[in-house]
């Protein structure tokens, strides 16, 4: 405030000034909020965090709220910490609350609780968000729990065409986020659980 | 106005309209399940979406005002890609068992799954299931149909005027359900039945008797209250099978009270009389018509012979039909007796001599949503026209203020500017001194009134609605059913058109019954019940309920020599009658009913009669003939309107007026003592409703069946809340069920009439009291 609008604007980049508060989360050594310039290189504040833990790499990253789209994360390792460059990768800053992943993650079980999560947040008013997000559910965990069908993933992306840009409000989207970048950036790893019925991760 | 151009047709729409708007005065179908004309906007269905040229995604059409020069496709791949999405979602969870669904046939979600569903579910999960939800007698759920659309709910809150409904839950286990396991008790009820699209709500009376496609759909009228609703009897095998709402913006609009919805039941009732039956001795016996006929003629011909024609006197019912009254008036009077009426729970009848016209509502009924200011008097609005009620509360939520007097400050779901709640005695007092205020305030009143109000003094709340009817435009002073049979009836009546006149007001009556206009019409009144005749005819009645003084007039009946009852139902009526003759209810007879708006308004037969039942007109044609009266050679119920009402509504509307003079006034302040609020209930008003199973088992018809008081008389009278007591009144007496109302002044007890258990009780008002038994 000392120095002015101006200074505060320039300690970020064109089109992006400022600073933002980062909230890192996830498997990195030291979670926490990291206040950087917007423009601010991924690489720098995972290592501000600590670095993935020990003995992993670092697998995806969701750059803003669990209902940005997930990166993978070497597409994050060339991003730097802006609406424009991560809304060009496919995802958005949102919230600014980075969940790390490292490789012990599995992909399938990491949608599910996600998916969960907006299942049980719909308000229940619409219809597509109010009895999409249980479909969408639902159909995750058989996946996670070794009941998957081939079909499977091409109608959750499907059930999601049906659900974003169709609700009320904003948590309709926000549901399908998730569930759509992450068999578009993982397919393999749903695959793999369709078909032996178990984890790509463990195995 | 803007321009908007929807699938290619440019139109012009008013200012605010939505795109649903649009689409509808283009003549152009957007599926929909929320949207309902009559509701709020929700948009939470999501089947509406459109194509808005520049919108980057698909916009409800119930929801989205139209701008200038928007270019919409309702049509468009993008909006049939987004509508069918929406329809997907809305069955995957939907029990599809429309082959038991009463809604099956007539379900908007069924026809639009036809044109946006797929044929088989990609749903493979396991489905919701909804619990049940007890609504009470009239309406059977089955909540896991619901589809969320919260029509019902908007419905109870925005129209009923009471949230009996509400979502409870959050997203997949939202649920419909009625407040804290409560039933719903909204004299409205029913209508969420027809507004819910798919089967989760239907008519539990009429569950799983009939299905739709089977049924034919004939127009009639209400019988009942004096709104006149539009329906439509569906009938199946010479039955008829229920009742919706036939929608007419005028009276009804789309809707139905619970009580023009469920009476049909009656018609099929097992006291149906359906055979002529003449009294020997103890015994009833069942005879021809004829026979029944040349003995009811023979009897009455021998008491005219010996007594002169006023030994006859006629009671009717003012539910029966245009032209039944109508020739029951001209045979009477063939007869040389002037003694016909209709008014059976009036008490006071000394306003007749000092007016002219027929009264009726002073205004077309659409127009009560449009008033500014009200004075409600003596109406328990919302049992005795629930309707009339619907519409004065959406004149509240638009800024009228409406003002009561009455003896009970009943809840009516709507914002009560200013009341006076007071025994019924204080009435006249209490009008005159809203007519002293409005004097103070500068008003002139007529002269005869204004030198009798120095010695009143003028309560606030007088004066507060005083002050109401002194501002504003649209005005109306309405007398309800409670105020035309109060004891001084012509003085409230002469009070208000002063009042009216002094504010600019119009001065209504909320004619209580289907005909009560039509009977006046007609000529049957003819003034105080007669009580001394030797022969008695009876139309469609039920006087021991009926009459202000039911023992009164039961008396008289037993006394005389003969009483011939023209009756749809057998009842007590057979206790005092000598020949009973089967006729006709509305649902089996053409005729006319006259509304509280002056509204002619005329109906077939939608099934033929009962048994040997006979429409009554019939009847009383044969009878003129019996007689040899001139005149009674009509064909058809058409004729006998003609001939009653030579020049239709048009010569109706002449003959309306509510205009009163000279009636003296008796201003003294009221005594002490307990006095009696008698009103009818909303199921007892006729003999239809009386013997309508599922009416009878709602919470309004047990409240009936009890006396009602506040807390604080409960109390000082040493009573306990709950147990029974014994109410006596002028000698007579009943045992009732005492319940607390705190809604009640201090010095009234609210006792039903018309009720079998105040049948006894003598009159609807007056001094009663109460102690333990
Ligand atoms: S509500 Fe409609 S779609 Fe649902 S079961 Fe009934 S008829 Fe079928
Ligand atoms: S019960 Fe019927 S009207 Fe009410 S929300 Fe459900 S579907 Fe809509
Ligand atoms: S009708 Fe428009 S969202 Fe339901």
């Known amino acids: ?203 | 106005m803007p321009h908007i151009e929807i699938d290619g047709k440019t139109i012009e729409v008013a200012p605010g309209a939505t795109l649903m708007d649009a689409a509808n005065q283009a003549g152009i179908f957007i599926p929909h399940f929320c949207y309902h004309k009559k509701l709020s906007i929700a948009a939470n269905c999501r089947m509406c979406l459109v194509e808005v040229e520049k919108a980057p995604k698909p916009l409800p059409a119930c929801a989205t005002p139209v701008t200038e020069g928007m270019k919409v496709r309702t049509h468009s791949a993008k909006a049939v890609a987004a509508q069918k999405g929406v329809m997907e979602l809305l069955l995957i969870n939907h029990p599809l068992d429309c082959p038991i669904c009463d809604q099956g046939g007539e379900c908007q979600l069924q026809d639009l799954a036809v044109g946006y569903g797929a044929s088989a579910s990609r749903y493979a999960e396991p489905k919701r299931v909804v619990r049940e939800k007890d609504l009470g007698p009239l309406i059977a759920t089955d909540m896991t149909r619901c589809i969320h659309c919260s029509r019902c709910v908007r419905f109870s809150q925005e129209i009923a005027g009471r949230m009996e409904l509400g979502m409870v839950h959050r997203g997949e286990h939202t649920e419909v359900m009625p407040f804290l396991e409560q039933q719903m008790h909204s004299e409205l009820s029913g209508n969420v039945i027809d507004l819910c699209p798919v089967g989760a709500l239907t008519s539990k009376p009429f569950r799983y008797s009939a299905r739709t496609w089977e049924l034919s759909r004939r127009k009639s009228i209400s019988p009942h209250d004096g709104l006149g609703a539009n329906l439509q009897l569906h009938t199946k095998d010479n039955r008829v099978y229920r009742v919706v709402p036939q929608e007419n913006e005028a009276i009804n609009e789309c809707w139905l009270a619970d009580r023009d919805r469920y009476a049909y039941e009656a018609l099929n009732s097992e006291e149906r009389l359906t055979r002529p039956m003449v009294r020997d001795g103890d015994k009833w016996i069942e005879v021809d018509w004829q026979k029944a006929l040349n003995q009811a003629a023979g009897a009455l011909r021998v008491l005219r012979d010996t007594h002169g024609g006023n030994a006859l006197a006629a009671l009717a019912s003012p539910h029966q039909t245009l032209e039944e009254l109508h020739l029951l008036q001209k045979l009477m009077r063939g007869l040389g007796s002037g003694r016909i009426e209709h008014r059976l729970g009036q008490a006071d009848f000394s306003g007749d001599a000092k007016r002219q016209g027929v009264t009726w509502l002073g205004m077309p009924i659409a127009e009560l949503n449009q008033l500014q200011r009200v004075l409600l008097i003596g109406a328990t609005l919302r049992k005795e026209q629930p309707l009339i009620a619907q519409r004065l509360r959406q004149a509240v939520k638009f800024g009228a203020q409406l003002n009561v007097l009455h003896a009970a400050d009943d809840d009516l779901y709507c914002r009560v500017a200013n009341k006076l709640i007071v025994k019924p005695s204080a009435w006249v007092n209490a009008l005159a001194q809203v007519a002293k205020a409005l004097q103070e305030a500068g008003a002139s009143l007529p002269a005869e009134l204004a030198g009798q109000l120095n010695d009143i003094t003028v309560s606030d709340s007088a004066r507060a609605i005083a002050a109401s009817l002194n501002t504003g435009e649209r005005k109306a002073l309405l007398l309800g059913a409670v105020a035309q049979n109060h004891p001084a009836a012509a003085q409230l009546h002469q009070l208000v058109a002063a009042i009216a006149a002094a504010c600019g007001a119009k001065l209504g009556f909320l004619s209580p019954a289907a005909n009560s206009v039509g009977a006046q019409l007609v000529g049957v009144q003819s003034g105080p019940v007669a009580l001394d005749a030797k022969g008695y005819l009876l139309l469609g009645v039920e006087p021991e309920l009926d009459a202000h003084n039911g023992p009164e007039l039961l008396k008289a009946l037993q006394a005389a020599e003969c009483v011939v009852a023209l009756t749809a139902f057998k009842g007590r009526v057979m206790d005092y009658a000598d020949v009973v003759l089967p006729i006709a209810p509305f649902s089996e007879t053409a005729g006319s009913f006259v509304n509280m708006e002056g509204r002619l308004q005329s109906f077939h037969a939608a099934v033929t009669p009962q048994g040997e039942a006979r429409p009554a007109w019939k009847v009383l044609r044969v009878l003129g003939n019996l007689f040899n009266l001139a005149g009674f050679e009509q064909n058809s119920a058409e004729e006998v309107r003609q001939e009653a009402l030579p020049q239709g509504e048009a010569g109706i509307a002449a003959r309306l007026d509510n205009a009163i003079h000279g009636v003296a006034l008796a201003l003294q302040p009221p005594g002490a003592g307990i006095e009696r609020l008698g009103e009818v209930p909303i199921y007892q008003l006729d003999p239809l409703v009386r013997r309508a199973p599922a009416l009878q088992q709602t919470q309004d018809a047990r409240d009936a069946a009890c006396a009602w008081a506040s807390g604080a008389l409960i109390q000082r009278l040493n009573l306990i809340d709950g147990e029974h007591v014994r109410v006596r009144q002028a000698g007579a007496e009943a045992v009732l069920r005492l319940c607390r109302d705190d809604r009640l002044p201090d010095d009234v007890l609210r006792v039903a009439a018309a009720h079998p258990l105040t049948a006894g009780l003598a009159g609807r008002f007056g001094a009663i009291s109460v102690e333990a038994v």
């Not at chain 1, 597409?75 to 809304?87: E, P, R, W």
């Not at chain 1, 599995?106 to 996600?114: D, F, Q, T």
């Not at chain 1, 479909?135 to 049906?162: A, C, F, K, Q, T």
């Not at chain 1, 749903?190 to 984890?199: M, T």
Request: with cysteine.
């Open chain 1, 1 to 203: 405030m000392r120095h002015g609008g101006q200074a505060f604007l320039e300690l970020g980049k064109p089109n992006n000034g400022g600073t933002k508060i980062f909230s890192v989360s996830g498997h990195v050594n030291k979670p926490g909020n990291y206040e950087v310039g917007l423009g601010t290189p991924f690489a720098e504040l995972l290592a501000m965090a600590g670095g993935v833990r020990s003995g992993h790499k670092l697998k995806a990253v969701i750059p803003g709220g669990s209902s940005a789209p997930v990166l993978p994360g070497e597409v994050m390792m060339d991003l730097t910490m802006d609406f424009d460059s991560i809304a060009k990768a496919g995802s958005m800053l949102g919230s600014g609350a980075v969940i790390v992943m490292d490789d012990s993650v599995c992909m399938v079980k990491a949608l599910e609780r996600l998916a969960y999560f907006y299942f049980e947040e719909s308000c229940g008013q619409c219809t597509p968000c109010r009895e999409g997000t249980g479909w969408m559910y639902r159909v995750v965990h058989r996946i996670e729990h070794g009941e998957g069908r081939p079909e499977d993933l091409d109608l959750l992306m499907s059930v999601g065409d049906n659900i974003a840009g169709r609700t009320i409000c904003a948590l309709g989207d926000a549901a399908v986020g998730p569930v759509q970048s992450f068999i578009k950036h993982f397919r393999q790893e749903f695959e793999y659980h369709i078909e032996h019925k178990k984890c790509l991760v463990g195995a």
